[in-house]
């Protein structure tokens, strides 16, 4: 399995920015899906996930302003955030996981400036 990580730039607080994870090779092998963030000088921390049933949960820091969704079609994930604060300027990372094994993306980075 591979993952692509892509949609991060840089925008204004208070603007949205939608991120893409799109997902090639064994794709039938990814069952579970989430996004992390690795914020300057931090520990790289979860952000949200998407279970195979289709429910979702949030960290904290953005519950109410992030969306995880995916598309089967396009076997891609995406992460929609929006009133973005300066402090979610991070790496953003997709993974995805099932039976003890994980890929991860390459991370994408988003800088969200006051």
């Known amino acids: 399995v591979q993952l692509q990580a892509s949609g991060g730039g840089l925008v204004q607080a208070g603007e949205s920015l939608k991120l893409s994870c799109a997902a090639s090779g064994s794709t039938s092998s990814i069952k579970y899906i989430a996004w992390h963030r690795q914020r300057p000088g931090q520990e790289r921390e979860w952000v949200a996930r998407m279970d195979p049933g289709g429910s979702t949960s949030y960290a904290d820091s953005v519950k109410g302003r992030a969306t995880i969704s995916r598309n089967y079609a396009k076997m891609t994930v995406y992460l929609q955030m929006s009133s973005l604060r300066p402090e979610d300027t991070a790496v953003y990372y997709c993974?995805?996981?099932?039976?003890?094994?994980?890929?991860w993306g390459q991370g994408t980075l988003v800088t969200v400036s006051s």
């Open positions: 993974k995805a996981w099932y039976r003890g094994s994980e890929w």
